[in-house]
């Protein structure tokens, strides 16, 4: 058996009840921290708060050479673990084929998303976000500030009136120390990058969703530019056409002008 286990966005608290059942009933425990990780707790912790051994893999160790997970698999109880949901966004859907294709049963206990939590700590109403964007670092792909696709999927989204959920890179391969000084986008950094095609339009910034003392902001694309929001992981979101329970939401929960939301639907 093959269980893909979502550990939530935060710390080792994060999980669900049923998550930390199937951890108990493994015999052997893999995870990966390269796509995302939980800023608040690490390996070590979470090995101690749940009494676990955690081999941790790196992307190539999912990715290209899984046989020694599903090895495991085939002969006991391994349980795989990531930061979030392990199915939204950070998808391990190739991983699960190829368990179901060795004739290895396979199941997914779910976790707390950022996608979730975007809405529900914005006050945005979460069937009105259409296709989310994941925002590099200019150095890692080359093509400029801002990836030609990144600016056509914002712009598609907001021709539909949808809001447009832009995930921020993360320089991670492993869960050891980084040779960088910040493998983290910060949102100001994010919005400095969108700033160049809308800075006049409103973004709103999440930050540490999922800690006790998450912080959400609401402003222009270039005033979030030049403001701090403290330690990651940090989200941006790219509204489109505000529903005026949303527009509402915005200015009381994450103190938007309110000149910036007159256009409400």
């Given amino acids: 058996m093959l269980t893909f286990i979502g550990l939530g966005l935060y ?17 052997r425990v893999f995870a990966e921290f390269y796509t995302s990780r939980l800023l608040g707790a690490s390996v070590e912790e979470l090995e101690t708060h749940h009494d676990i051994e955690i081999e941790v893999r790196d992307r190539a160790g999912v990715e290209q050479d899984p046989e020694p997970m599903l090895a495991a698999a085939a002969e006991g109880d391994v349980a795989f673990l990531t930061a979030g949901d392990t199915m939204i966004s950070t998808t391990h859907a190739d991983l699960r084929v190829r368990a179901a294709e060795r004739g290895i049963d396979t199941r997914v206990v779910h976790g707390v998303t950022a996608e979730t939590a975007a809405s529900g700590l914005t006050g945005l109403q979460n069937y009105r976000f259409g296709k989310a964007v994941t925002l590099p670092f200019p150095a890692v792909h080359g093509a400029g500030d801002v990836p030609p696709s990144v600016i056509e999927s914002i712009d598609a989204n907001r021709e539909r009136g949808l809001h447009t959920l832009v995930y921020l890179d993360i320089k991670i391969d492993t869960h050891a120390e980084m040779s960088v000084d910040d493998p983290f986008m910060r949102a100001s950094e994010a919005a400095a990058l969108l700033a160049e095609s809308w800075g006049d339009e409103l973004g709103i910034v999440v930050a540490r969703a999922g800690s006790p003392e998450p912080v959400v902001a609401a402003d222009r694309l270039s005033a979030l530019a030049d403001q701090s929001f403290g330690e990651p992981l940090h989200l941006l979101v790219i509204p489109g056409d505000l529903h005026h329970v949303e527009a509402d939401a915005l200015e009381s929960l994450a103190g938007a002008p309110p000149a910036l939301l007159s256009d409400e639907v």
């Fill in 11 to 27: 710390d080792e608290h994060s999980i669900t009840r049923e998550g930390e059942t199937a951890l108990r009933d493994a015999d």
